[in-house]
């Protein structure tokens, strides 16, 4: 590197320093005091270490696939519901709302918000089901886990290392998705604040999808604490709302008093506890959370999502086709993998036959998966 462009980039760099000393609150992690990465490499220029995650992670193969998986809801139930990527840009949105409010990194939530999922199978929770059921005998299979393995080792796009290299906070960050047992130093803020925004967004969005599918109505919903709050908000401010517009604004307000309520409740808790830097989250019991009385109607709206939505005869009829069809792929791949595309084969002979099936159909999108099904079984998914 020449002397004008060194100095250039230490330019940028002392840059980056003071932008985050000056705008990041104490407890926030600074990119200046990463860890690294596994691999060794220079600094970007003109990027930041987290800045520069989020763009491999932006750029990868499996991030661009999530568009083609499922959240919830299939395609045969039209295209208005959420799929994964739309998911993971809706999380990636309210927690860095949150983090700017509250001074944590906004790049490394958004990074960790578009990471964070993208280890998930086709058809969603199903599929993941299924795939454990499979590979009960070496270990279940899990999307966090996967996600983990996918930027570390699968993903090759660069000559000199496996996996995308990404910084040792955004790898920490998605190994305590793998492991929520609470043992060990609590997350970085940022961690847990991607975790919160998760909860929030698919709480509204499947709250949307199913009322707009129509698996269940707004009056059943109305039953709810959390739902009846909104809906008497929305319609003391907007009366006469057509049913379409009602909902939409239901969701809006969904959304809102969720991240109301979060800054709130988090604003006080770090006003009291002070702390001073990362270690001090870390070391000490807290949780990003929200405020009981919330946390209480959110239990009460997933509870009924669960037993409604999630467990509607629909869902449950579709559920099973697809983990049938997931086990009978996975079956045929074991016995005979000739059948995986010849690149694939020295990691099968690295990880084991039965890992390497599971992570191939893994890798899928929904309509591949069901490509491949048809063409190596035989069977027609639809007549």
Known sequence: MSVEKLAMANSILEGFVDRESKLLAPYATKSYESLGRKHAEPDSPFRSPFQRDRDRILHSSAYRRLSGKMQVFTGEMGDYHRTRLTHTQEVASIARTIGRATRLNEDLIEALALCHDIGHPPYGHAGEDALSECMVDIGGFSHNQFGLTIVEEIEIRYPDFPGLNLSLEVLEGQARRVDKSGTGPRPALEVQLVDAADSMTYDAHDTDDALKLRLVDLDELENLGLIRNCL??????????????????????????????????????????????????????????????????????????????????????????????????????????????????????????SRMAGEYIAGMTDRFFEQTFERITGNQIRG
């Not at 709206?301 to 467990?311: A, G, I, K, T």
Request: charged share 30%; aromatic share 8%.
């Open 232 to 353: 008497k908000y929305v319609d003391s401010q907007h009366a006469g709302l057509d049913s379409g517009m009602r909902r939409k604004a239901l969701v809006h307000r969904l959304l809102d008093l969720q991240v109301v309520d979060l800054l709130d409740t988090l604003g006080k808790s770090l006003d009291q506890r002070q702390f001073q830097s990362v270690d001090d989250v870390r070391a000490s019991e807290f949780l990003i959370e929200p405020s009981s009385e919330l946390g209480e109607m959110k239990r009460e709206l997933e509870s009924f999502l669960y037993q409604n939505v999630y467990r509607h005869e629909k869902l449950i009829a579709m559920r099973s086709e697809a983990q049938s069809r997931i086990q009978e792929l996975y079956a045929k791949y074991v016995a005979d993998p000739s059948l995986f595309p010849e690149k694939y084969l020295p990691r099968a002979h690295s990880i084991g036959i």
